[in-house]
Structures are given as C-alpha cells and as structure tokens.
C-alpha cells in the first residue's frame, strides 16, 4: 500500500520530511491550490501568484523526478476549494493508498484544522516535524523554561554554538556576539544602491499572473512588476547575487531607507526561505563564507546571520510556545480603526506613502519600513492589534502567521506586553529623518511638535506615551522618555491632545 504525500505551499523543499522516504513506485503526492487558503484573509496578488507559480514549478521537478503528482490548479472546473476535500477527493480517486503524510504545517488555524483529518477522513494521518528549521517548538520550549524574559540574544548565543556559524571554538568570531551597534548608518547623499536583477519570467508564471489578476483582481495589489524567483535555481542565483554585490555594505545600511529605494541592500530571500525555496543553514553558510574570504565584513556577516538563526527561528519558536493565547492579548487596549491609507497609500506622510507603495508594487517593504514606519504608526495611533495583525499578513509575501504574528503583535504593537520586546518600538519622526530621506519630501515639518504642518510622528509619540503613561512608566527602559514628559507643560499636555484626536479623526483612526 502507499501513502497519499500532501505537500503545502510554503514546503516547497525536496528535503522536506513529509518526502524523505516517499516511494515514487507506491505513494502520490499531492499539491493543491485551494480558494480557502488564498482569501482566508484576502493575500497580495502577488503572494498569492509567487506561492502557486513555485508550486506547479515544484510539481513539475517532482514528476520528472518520477513521482505521480495530483496538481490541483484553482481554475480546475473540479476545484474543491479546501485541502481536506482535495485530500478526500484524491484518496477515493487513487487506488491503493493506505493513509495521509504531511509535514506539520506554519500556522494554528490550519494545524488544528489537520489535527481532525484522521477522524473526519477515517484513515492514518501522519504529521511529521518540519525539519527545515534549525530548532524544533520542543527544543525552544525547553529552552524557554524557567525563564523570567524570553530574550532573543541569549537564544541567538544557543544557536550559534549549535550551528558553529561566526564561531571560534567556544568564542564568537571577533570577540563579540552582536555588531548591531554598528549597523545603523543613513546611506549618504548620492548613494547608488546595487542593480536588483528580475528572473525572466516562464510561460507557467505568465499563466498564474493571468489567472490570479482574473480570480483574485479585487485583493490588494499589483502585478504590473513581478519579481520573484519561483524555483529553486533562481533562488539561489538571487541568493548569490546578494551575497556577492549586496551583503557587503548590508549592515553599515541595514536600516536605512529613501525615496524610490525600494530594496537597497536587503538580501530578497526571506520569501524562498519561509517557502522552502532555500534552507536557513545555506543562507547562512553562504555569508559566512563570504565573511571568511574577506568579501563581506564582519559586522555586515553577523547582522545577517543573525536575522535567520537568531530573529527567525526565536519568532518561530514563541509563536508555538504561546499560542492560541498570544494572538488575544492586547496589553496597550488599543481598539482604534486602521487607516484607509494602508490600502491605497493615499497619505501626505511620506514615509508611509513610499512604505505603502512598495508594499502594494512588490508585496515587500523591509524590516525597518514594517517596524519603524508602518508598524510604529499602527502603534502610536492605538489601532487595534487584529486589524494590523490582518493587515501585515495580507500584504507580504514572506508573511505566514508563524512569522508575522510575533513580530508585528508582540516587536510592533507591543500588545503581548512585553514577551517579544522589553519596551514598545515607539518613535517621533527624529528617528525615520535620522534614518533616512523621507522628510525632505514631506508636506508635514519634522522638526515641529504642534500646530497645522507638525509631523505626525511627533504628535501621536507624546500623545501615546500620555494615553498609556500608566502602564509605561515604571518600564526600567523608558525612564528617560517620561522625565522628557514630566517637563511639558499642562498646556503643551493639552494641545497634544487635542491636536492628536482631530488628527486621528481626519485619517479616519477615531
């Protein structure tokens, strides 16, 4: 008898467990595009068209391979809609299957809908661990026992003495652990930024755009520009691209942002990654390998590596310690609307306009963009946590709930109280005119606090820390920020106020 393999479509690995002793002559892997997956929240066009063109891909290179593979297209007349009827469907339709292998999926939603599969489809469902990531939930849970603080950097110091990536014997290479301190450097004026190369795109590619702008037209997004590799050898030629003309300067201008830079020298690889495309040990061990040939430094090496097995793998690790309670949690009791402007960019603030519209063109915008401009106005503007929640989920192609949910719940919003971020990410617009150009182009004046053309920023910051003082103030980290408030006069206390609730009610928040 063989086994029915269904494979999701963000495992998209050869070496994932659910086909490490798949038998071509006895099993049938099945692959689905399913409608229920696609708009359980209404995903970016181009997620949606990046996901199901690297599955058919995928699919592809497994039958060549030799294996029967029962693709499910969503524009098939027999179309299903949902993976459990697919998975039903194709168990009556094939003879001699005796029972369901999946490797276990990313999010709790589906995971818990997998965990009735047995009874509902009366046959063995087998859930195998997803390997490709570098700590099992068991070991991270183990780990976070006993802890007061799940802090990242400790965890991050575990992982590096497992990996032995950046180590010299017990001792990180260049005597120290973390070189973030370092990577905090405005790009200069007259800065070029590396030439970010498109893979061509196959005919498959040019079938699943057409058929996602026709099923899918009315979700956020476009498909004028679609950049994304969808099989594994352009993944790693993207890969290489970055390690060789874009890491080197990668942590000097990690957070750096400017007007119509959209990618700078972030590497692009985190959508292969979180879909299977490539492997967090490769990715890294290719950075180190450029550190050690001397064409990348250390700092710009560590900050890199960091993200994937410290960053990730710890987001990862916390979601399924914490979960399903951690998605309720609202700490700040932030109950406010999100924006219209998140969806069309329509917005006099330029930081969020450049944010918005690389967000919407390429179903991407870096990890300063989502924390420090969109994210920290969602948090200073106290829009509820499952609207942005929803939002971020949405809008990026990398985003799966395992990944998104912590960072933007817990490091944006701060609603986990504290289990992700020690304090809130809050910032006035000093911090994004320090980090990049965005306020010379702004209708709103950065360097003013109150009044008609004062920067938003500035208003929500103080109006924030005054709504939320209570909760905030004993915080050891934010000391200095409520001394700078005790400072302010009852009238400037009241103008702030004031000015911040008519601004909430013109973007629509009240």
Not at 135 to 155: D, H, I, V
Not at 357 to 379: C, E, K, P, S, W
Request: charged share 25%.
């Amino acid at each position: 008898m063989g086994t029915l393999r269904l494979v999701l479509g963000d495992q998209l690995s050869r070496s994932l467990s659910s086909l490490a002793d798949a038998d071509p002559k006895r099993d049938v892997v099945l692959m689905a595009e399913v409608a229920e997956e696609a708009t359980y929240v209404r995903h970016h066009k181009q997620k949606i068209a990046f996901l199901f063109s690297a599955m058919r891909h995928f699919a592809a290179e497994l039958e060549a391979e030799g294996f029967t593979v029962r693709y499910r297209t969503i524009d098939d007349p027999a179309n299903r809609g949902s993976l459990v009827e697919e998975v039903r469907a194709t168990l009556t339709s094939e003879k001699g299957l005796s029972g369901v292998c999946v490797t276990a999926c990313g999010e709790y939603r589906l995971a818990q809908e997998i965990g009735t599969w047995e009874q509902e489809l009366g046959c063995p469902v087998s859930v195998l661990d997803d390997d490709r990531f570098l700590a099992t939930p068991a070991a991270f849970a183990a780990w976070a026992q006993g802890r007061k603080q799940l802090t990242m950097e400790y965890f991050y110091r575990e992982m590096r003495k497992k990996t032995g990536l950046l180590m010299d014997g017990a001792d990180p290479v260049g005597g120290q652990w973390n070189y973030d301190a370092e990577n905090r450097k405005k790009l200069p004026k007259g800065y070029t930024p590396p030439h970010r190369p498109a893979p061509t795109l196959t005919q498959q590619t040019q079938n699943v755009l057409a058929v996602v702008e026709e099923r899918f037209g009315d979700h956020f997004g476009t498909l004028t520009d679609f950049r994304y590799a969808v099989t594994r050898d352009d993944a790693l030629r993207a890969l290489d691209h970055f390690i060789e003309d874009c890491l080197p300067n990668f942590g000097d201008y990690q957070d750096a942002m400017a007007t119509g830079e959209d990618f700078l020298h972030h590497s692009l690889v985190s959508a292969y990654l979180n879909a299977g495309l490539l492997g967090p040990l490769e990715i890294c061990e290719a950075a180190e390998e450029a550190y050690q040939s001397g064409a990348a430094p250390l700092n710009a090496v560590e900050g890199f590596i960091r993200q994937i097995i410290g960053w990730r793998e710890f987001i990862r690790g916390l979601y399924w310690l914490k979960m399903p309670q951690y998605k309720e949690t609202n700490a700040l009791k932030a109950t406010n609307a999100l924006p219209e402007f998140y969806w069309t960019g329509e917005t006099d603030m330029h930081c969020m306009a450049e944010a918005i519209r690389a967000t919407r063109d390429y179903a991407y915008a870096h990890h300063i963009q989502r924390l420090m401009v969109t994210g920290n106005f969602a948090l200073l503007a106290g829009v509820a946590p499952e609207a942005v929640n929803e939002w971020y989920l949405i809008v990026y192609a990398d985003a799966y709930e395992w990944v998104q949910l912590p960072n933007t719940h817990g490091m944006a919003l701060w609603a986990d109280g504290g289990i992700v971020g020690t304090k809130p990410y809050a910032a006035s617009g000093a911090y994004i005119n320090r980090m990049s150009n965005y306020c010379s182009s702004c209708r709103y004046i950065v360097s003013k606090k109150t009044g008609e053309d004062a920067c938003p920023f500035n208003l929500l910051y103080w109006d924030f820390m005054m709504r939320n003082e209570k909760k905030l103030r004993a915080n050891p980290r934010m000391g200095m920020v409520f001394r700078n408030l005790d400072k302010k006069t009852d009238t400037e206390k009241k103008t702030i106020r004031k000015e911040s609730r008519a601004l909430l009610q013109s973007f629509g928040v009240l």
